[in-house]
């Protein structure tokens, strides 16, 4: 593995750096002092690296949605079926001090409603976040239907989307009433909806 260079070794601190204070308050609320603070660093050292805050906004977003999926796909490759990796995701986003997450909670929905009329660069950004994570869905729905897990006439891209619309509602209902046990309901509706897809062996 090749060395990074100075340059890139400063990029990456600056984003690993800023990427929790993005996620916690978001494009418009980050000052430039936000910046200079959490890396000791001065301006033009920042923007040295970065043509400007956006820029670095978008690399921080990159990183925070980054740290999902990993810890995402270490735990659906303990599982031993698409069941269990579909339901991985129910068990993970559904933690009362989500480990899964960076500070301020989950990066697509954080930024999805802030950029949505304000920022069309980060916006879609975010929605490729969606349309990756929905690609993924699919790929495990299909293959458990291919195992014969779940039932051939499953429409997996209205299944994949259905359960982000779920967790992403989940989240945003848990923090809107900080009432846990209201996600609590929408979570167990996920798992009905996974549950629902198995294929039923006739006996």
């Not at 999902?68 to 339901?87: A, P, S």
């Not at 129910?90 to 009329?117: K, M, R, S, W």
């Not at 989307?161 to 967790?167: D, G, K, P, T, V």
């Amino acid at each position: 593995m090749n060395e990074l260079t100075k340059s890139e070794r400063t990029r990456k601190f600056i984003i690993e750096s800023t990427a929790p204070i993005f996620n916690v308050k978001g494009v418009a609320g980050t000052s430039l002092s936000d910046l200079t603070e959490a890396t000791h660093l001065t301006k033009g050292s920042i923007y040295g690296n970065f043509e400007n805050k956006e820029e670095v906004a978008l690399a921080a977003f990159d990183h925070n949605w980054a740290s999902v999926k990993n810890v995402i796909t270490q735990k659906t490759q303990e599982c031993g079926t698409c069941k269990e990796m579909l339901l991985v995701y129910a068990g993970l986003y559904n933690h009362i001090d989500n480990p899964l997450f960076p500070a301020g909670g989950c990066p697509l929905l954080n930024t999805t409603v802030e950029a949505d009329d304000t920022n069309e660069v980060l916006r879609k950004r975010a929605g490729d976040g969606i349309l990756s994570w929905k690609k993924n869905l699919v790929s495990i729905i299909k293959k458990g239907i291919a195992a014969k897990e779940f039932r051939a006439d499953v429409d997996a891209n209205k299944i994949a989307f259905s359960m982000i619309a779920l967790i992403e509602g989940a989240i945003l209902i848990n923090r809107a009433t900080k009432n846990k046990a209201n996600s609590d309901h929408v979570f167990a509706v996920l798992e009905d909806l996974v549950v629902s897809m198995e294929f039923k062996k006739k006996i």
